[in-house]
């Protein structure tokens, strides 16, 4: 019996965390609220409280985990709402895309392999824009560090998200489909999210720009690493 509530109570202790904190960020939309990082640091917090380890979380928490991948699919019912639009641009998106994942991979490994960083550190954070599914498949393949690879996209989630709002202001951007290019393909899933407090438009258009990311990323990855000779 115990063996079984273990689980189900990190289940329910991760799910208590996003509630709350999704309905603090609701109230005071601030960065430093956004879920995805108030809610890890809340969850390390209590984690550390209670004496207990990564490998026992994961026990329960590795059934999350796995809702990663239907949770993509899922995100193809927006982009059915708004396949018109999409059909009209959708050159402009997949550029944009193409742009993004080419820009976040040679960036990261041209600074790598001038700051002398180890191949397989610089491999393992290629895939940062990546959704973290894609992220850990192409990590594998090129023979990165997965959990590597997962700390990078989520640092760079975040870092988008978080810098995103004073980018488009800067910058000008005030269109859903220059917002949605912008964020589904810098910050993939958390910038997806982040698309979805603008407008449907904008949230369907980083759904789909995560998605050819994902597609673009798997193809060039082990181009890049050839190109860099990693």
Not at 28 to 42: A, C, D, F, N
Not at 193 to 209: C, G, N
């Amino acid at each position: 019996m115990r063996d079984i509530f273990f689980p189900i109570s990190m289940i329910l202790l991760t799910l208590v965390i996003y509630f709350v904190v999704t309905w603090l960020y609701k109230k005071y939309p601030l960065p430093i609220l956004l879920p995805i990082l108030s809610g890890t640091v809340l969850m390390i917090i209590i984690l550390v409280s209670l004496g207990i380890s990564y490998e026992k979380y994961m026990i329960g928490g590795q059934v999350i985990t796995s809702l990663l991948g239907p949770t993509v699919v899922a995100l193809a019912y927006p982009l059915y709402k708004q396949r018109d639009f999409l059909k009209k641009y959708l050159f402009t998106i997949i550029g944009g895309a193409f742009i993004a994942t080419l820009t976040a991979m040679l960036s990261v490994g041209l600074l790598g392999k001038a700051l002398r960083i180890d191949s397989g550190f610089i491999i393992s954070l290629l895939p940062k824009s990546l959704t973290t599914p894609v992220a850990i498949e192409v990590a594998k393949v090129l023979e990165g560090n997965a959990s590597m690879a997962v700390v990078g996209v989520t640092i760079t989630g975040i870092f988008g998200v978080i810098i995103s709002p004073y980018i488009f202001k800067y910058v000008r951007i005030h269109t859903s489909i220059g917002r949605g290019i912008a964020l589904g393909g810098t910050s993939h899933a958390m910038g997806t999210a982040k698309a979805a407090e603008y407008d449907e438009l904008a949230f369907s258009i980083s759904s789909i720009t995560m998605s050819i990311c994902a597609i673009i990323g798997s193809i060039i990855g082990p181009l890049m690493v050839w190109v860099l000779q990693m």
